[in-house]
Structures are given as C-alpha cells and as structure tokens.
Nanobody
Framework: QVQMVESGGGLAQAGHSLRVSCLAS????????VGWFRQAPGKEREFVGG????????YYADSVKGRFTISRHNANNTIDLQMNNLKPEDTAVYYC??????????????????WGQGTPVTVSS
C-alpha cells in the first residue's frame, strides 16, 4: 500500500535552515503530485508547495516563495523540503501528501489521497 513517511525537521532559530524529507513507497501511479502542507497549533492546515513527480515542476505558497524549495529524488523515492531563512511563523507540523493523476494537483488538501504522519518544525525568534 501507499506510505508517506516524513523525517527531519526539529528546532531552528529564525534565519536558519532546516530540511524535512518524505519517503514515498507503494506509489504505482505513473503520474502524481507530492505536496507539502503544514498545520500550526490552532490553525487550519495550509498548502506549502508541491512538485509534479514526472516533470519536476514545483510551485509554492506566497508565504514561502523564495525561501522554501522542493526537490524530488527518483533513485530513492524521496521528496525534500528545504526551508531557508526560517521565521517563527513557519512553526508547524509539516506533512507530505500524494495526489495521483496527470497534471499538477492544486493547493487544496482534499485533492491529496495519501498522507504522512507529519513531522514538527519549531522556529524560535
């Protein structure tokens, strides 16, 4: 079955960097999107960015554009979220999710069928 497993994250100071990774297994679809979402305490889950597995095209929420980068590594089925110039408002649990199908999935969590368990990121000021 499909499994999405996040790793990395942790604690960082504002202005510093962290990387979280997602290991995707069991995805037998030829085309899919992997998205990153986050949920801060007391807030709704929000879209961070996504990448089309086949083309490598990525897109980001305005709040992280220019600071976060998503990359995929076909050899080991991992998707990295590199977070630079972190801000305290980036503190959240970060989730990766997969959306099967052609094209690039949107920013709504409802478009994603498979989710990881999340990994916490805390940014101190």
């Amino acid at each position: 079955q499909v499994q999405m497993v996040e790793s990395g994250g942790g604690l960082a100071q504002a202005g510093h960097s962290l990387r979280v990774s997602c290991l995707a297994s069991g995805l037998t679809f030829s085309k899919f999107t992997v998205g990153w979402f986050r949920q801060a305490p007391g807030k709704e889950r929000e879209f961070v960015g996504g990448i089309a597995w086949t083309s490598g095209v990525s897109y980001y929420a305005d709040s992280v554009k220019g600071r976060f980068t998503i990359s995929r590594h076909n050899a080991n089925n991992t998707i990295d979220l590199q977070m630079n110039n972190l801000k305290p408002e980036d503190t959240a649990v970060y989730y990766c999710a997969a959306s099967p199908g052609p094209g690039l999935a949107g920013r709504s969590s409802s478009e994603y069928s498979y989710w990881g368990q999340g990994t916490p990121v805390t940014v101190s000021s």
